[in-house]
Nanobody, 130 residues
Framework: VQLQASGGGLVEAGGSLRLSCEAS????????????VGWFRQVPGKEREGVSC????????WTADSVKGRFTISRDNAKNAVYLQMNSLSSEDTAVYYC????????????????????WGQGTLVTVSS
């Protein structure tokens, strides 16, 4: 099972980016597998923090307060991918963004915990210029 994150780059404050996380070796179709997918971010010297998370069953989601109303997680079964749409970006959103997968069921209460996820993508850098 592998995750490939992409879509990062340099954007001006107030702009938007959409990150993609493509899965291989695992189906993100909720009719086939039970899982949770999360997006995390990390800046140098700080712990990796949860940004948003989606459970396959019931399509329930969780979003961190710091990005609520600006970031949206979504899924495309046909492309076997999960996305993070990021709007109204600020310099505080600058970080390396990672997608992660938890195979099996999980409460959204665990979405912010890196230890809850067992497969990680390689990260994609988002830089927001002010």
């Amino acid at each position: 099972v592998q995750l490939q994150a992409s879509g990062g780059g340099l954007v001006e404050a107030g702009g938007s980016l959409r990150l993609s996380c493509e899965a291989s070796g695992f189906s993100l179709d909720a009719t086939l597998d039970v899982y949770s997918v999360g997006w995390f971010r990390q800046v140098p010297g700080k712990e990796r923090e949860g940004v948003s998370c989606m459970r396959s069953s019931l399509d329930t989601t969780w979003t961190a307060d710091s990005v609520k109303g600006r970031f949206t997680i979504s899924r495309d079964n046909a492309k076997n991918a999960v996305y993070l749409q990021m709007n109204s970006l600020s310099s505080e959103d600058t970080a390396v963004y990672y997608c992660a997968l938890r195979r099996g069921s999980m409460s959204t209460a665990l979405c912010s915990r890196t230890s809850a996820f067992d497969i990680w993508g390689q990260g994609t850098l988002v830089t927001v210029s002010s």
